[in-house]
């Protein structure tokens, strides 16, 4: 009775897949009744229920671009595509995972071949050709018990044989190609809480086994190590970017392979971590200027200027390209994560300029400023967030304020002093809302 309320469970999930449906967000309990289905889903669960030597829990990926119990995917380019059920079973007190690969042979589906492994649940399923023979691996992470970290199984399906040719611990993990042979790696973020290390490994398939092929050192002080980024340098070498929360800010450090070795240029060998990339921990790696390069956001002093007591110090942030060697900056913002915008700053600006923060009156201003002299100069632009209920109602009318943008829930209004050489025109198109989730 268990087995078949399972499969009936699945089967259902699976219909909704053939929809394009985000079932896996679906409460189930929701579902009055059964959708028509498909024969193959059918057999599929019928070949999971067959091969199934006890009573199983169908297992659902929690994160990546596959989430279904049962994964179907051509890997060897046939044109027909290969099932892969994910369920848990219990061998005494202990719980096993499975993997049970589902073949469609002489018109039929059926179970060919299955690996079964202790863990808690399946955390990721990713599919690369690691050996180019045109057939891809499996890449399943499993979850760990009481540990936050996971294992990375790579499996190999040829001759209707299922076979793990590795297992690794993991905290991230990507498929990639940093070596530039054409052909797929699996880059390995791990902690190591013991000896209070943080490394990147890479792996790729070499003389028919997956070994270890380049590792580096990555910041220890961090607390929190962010999903890595497959993309490129600005010189176009391909490379990894891992934001990552350390302290109160954040820093990103950026992985490349060059001359057989695993490099991250950015760490500091003697200091055993990464400062160059230090900001505010909610500003992240991103195209920012839409030129199709990742720039790194790097914090910058600025003086403030002190009004009250309810001035408060403000950074400035360096949006910089990445070449392998030197951080080059290509646009330096003031973004104001509170109310939801940023600013980008005249280049002759940048290194000229006093800034007044004032939180509890949501004002940003920019003074000119006297870096020899140290003093502060006019007002070269007034900005303040207004909920759009004032703003409907004139509360500020008296200030002659010009709005150049809104966010959710407030409109942005700027004066320009004459003296700054601004326009209405050249400050709106500067300005932006800064939508950290597109980052």
Known sequence: MFKKLILGLLVMCLSFSLCGCDFFMADTAELLSPPALSDDFKYISDAINGSAQSDYLMEYPQTGDYRSAVVQKDIDGDGVSEAFAFYSTKDGETEMMNINVICFKNKEWKS?????????????????DLDQDGISEILVGWQIYSTSNMQLAVYSFKQGALTQMMLNKYAHFVVCDLDENKTDDVLIVDVDETKQQNTASLYGFTDGSVIQIGRCALDSKVQSLGHPIVSELSSGKPAVYIDSVKG??????????????????LYDKELLETNKTLRAASLSTGDFNGDGILEIPVQLNVPSVTKNEAAEKLYLTNWCSFNGEFLTTQ??????????????????????????????NRIREIYSYDTEKMVVGDSLLYM????????EKGVYNAL????????????????????????????????GVYNQEAK
């Open 112 to 128: 060919v071949s299955v690996q079964t492994i202790v863990a808690a649940g399946v955390h990721r399923v990713e599919f690369c």
């Open 248 to 265: 109160i800010g954040a820093i990103t450090e950026v992985i490349i392979y060059e001359k057989g070795k695993l490099l991250n240029p």
């Open 331 to 360: 646009v330096t913002s003031m973004v104001n994560l509170i109310d939801g915008y940023y600013y980008n700053l005249p280049s002759k600006w940048v290194g000229n300029i006093a800034v007044l923060k004032d939180t509890d």
């Open 384 to 391: 303040r967030a207004i909920k759009i209920s004032d703003w």
């Open 400 to 431: 002659n304020l010009m709005e150049i943008g809104r966010t959710k829930d407030s409109v942005i209004a700027c004066r320009i002093p004459r003296k700054s050489g601004l326009t209405f025109d050249s400050v709106k198109k500067s300005f």
